[in-house]
């Protein structure tokens, strides 16, 4: 029962182009949305987050847009730069449930020089 | 200042057998979570502890347990081995629980179960 999807495995991107990392869910259930990023050999580390009441959030290089009505959300990751490099985990939270989050299989973005 | 830690690093146990993993989490954070993170999967919630509580439990059957102690930090347990154990278990603290924005992960534990 996979309700958050990420159906990239992996992308590619040159440096200072843009990376779009994009991410399906199929619960309505969800009111809060967040991506993480994975260096290998680190725990994940927040990156940016989205509450459903908006469907915009952006913080310096990063843009999340959440589009309810098809149920997707995307990172935008503008300019891509090599440490940038990393899995990328979308993730989102039951509503009312603050301890129920569900975690996509994540996104290998690699940023070429 | 430390960030989270997880003990040990690595481990190796066959079927059947117990394990523990452990968790110290950032200093002045009460709230701890576990993760199972499968080979080529995300995070999958394991539990969730406040103030020495279970506030969460992820669907998960009852060889798994966890415990916090007075000093935060926490303690997963996990009986009768199986190999589909083997995962990187995650444990991540925050200031109270749903602060996910505020949330910070342990490199992991990585459980080998042959």
Redesign the interface.
Known sequence: DQQVKQNSPSLSVQEGRISILNCDYTNSMFDYFLWYKKYPAEGPTFLISISSIKDKNEDGRFTVFLNKSAKHLSLHIVPSQPGDSAVYFCAARVMYNNNDMRFGAGTRLTVKP | DAG?TQSPTHLIKTRGQHVTLRCSPISGHKSV?W?QQVL??????IF?YYEKEE??R?NFPDRFSARQFPNYSSELNVNALLLGDSALY?C?SSLY??S?????????TRLTVL
């Open positions: 989270v979570s993760y080529g999967q995300g995070p999958q919630f969730q506030r969460g992820g995650l991540a629980p749903g996910y924005n505020e949330q910070f992960f342990g490199p992991g």
